[in-house]
T-cell receptor
Framework: KNEVEQSPQNLTAQEGEFITINCSYS?????LHWLQQHPGGGIVSLFM???GKKKHGRLIATINIQEKHSSLHITASHPRDSAVYIC???????????FGAGTILRVKS | NAGVTQTPKFQVLKTGQSMTLQCAQD?????MYWYRQDPGMGLRLIYY???????DKGEVPNGYNVSRLNKREFSLRLESAAPSQTSVYFC???????????FGPGTRLTVT
């Protein structure tokens, strides 16, 4: 079993829909990252969370430390949100990230 | 600030050839990383450096060597390239205060 599990693996949505991507992890962590990668593109950090909730524009990230679970929400989705979204956790014992396999999101107009 | 820079962006090698991927960051970060990304596999850690003068193996270090030349630069060397090393390589650095992670633009390497 991977230490970081994401769901769903693939997601297709219509423009305007509310989207949720989930991340569960099995190790103690000091931080959790949500990353975005557009096709053929680089990787950008969207959020770094250690507790609670963060919001940036139409993106919201939450984390529940007790349940070892995080969610990334996209409100009013747009075709430009089409990308791979990656969850990564920083273990409590070191400074290495452990990555989920990613969620491929396609938003249709 | 340029952030994390990588060179080259693309490279084609023949089996057995060697090359060095260069990475530099201008954010005064202690920690730097080399990852490879393969379809369906996600990002996998090759080597990392927690501080200048130290390097450690990651998940997939075989066939690679690294050098932390100074605090800014962290290079990845393929001594004898193999087709299995065809991949996209990303360098990254991490800030020590808030664990923010910054990635370079990637190097697309093909070994024939």
């Amino acid at each position: 079993k991977n230490e970081v599990e994401q769901s769903p693996q693939n997601l297709t949505a219509q423009e305007g829909e509310f989207i949720t991507i989930n991340c569960s992890y099995s190790v103690g962590i000091s931080a959790l990252h949500w990353l975005q990668q557009h096709p053929g593109g680089g990787i950008v950090s969207l959020f770094m969370l250690s507790s609670g909730k963060k919001k940036h524009g139409r993106l919201i990230a939450t984390i529940n430390i007790q349940e070892k679970h995080s969610s990334l929400h996209i409100t009013a989705s747009h075709p430009r949100d089409s990308a791979v979204y990656i969850c990564a956790v920083l273990s409590g014992y070191g400074n290495k990230l452990v990555f989920g396999a990613g969620t491929i999101l396609r938003v249709k107009s | 600030n340029a952030g994390v820079t990588q060179t080259p962006k693309f490279q084609v090698l023949k089996t057995g050839q060697s090359m060095t991927l260069q990475c530099a960051q201008d954010m005064n970060h202690n920690s730097m990383y080399w990852y490879r990304q393969d379809p369906g596999m996600g990002l996998r850690l090759i080597y990392y450096s927690a501080s200048e003068g130290t390097t450690d193996k990651g998940e997939v270090p075989n066939g690679y060597n690294v050098s932390r030349l100074n605090k800014r630069e962290f290079s990845l060397r393929l001594e004898s390239a193999a087709p299995s090393q065809t991949s996209v390589y990303f360098c990254a650095s991490m800030g020590q205060a808030f664990y923010e992670q910054y990635f370079g633009p990637g190097t697309r390497l093909t070994v024939t």
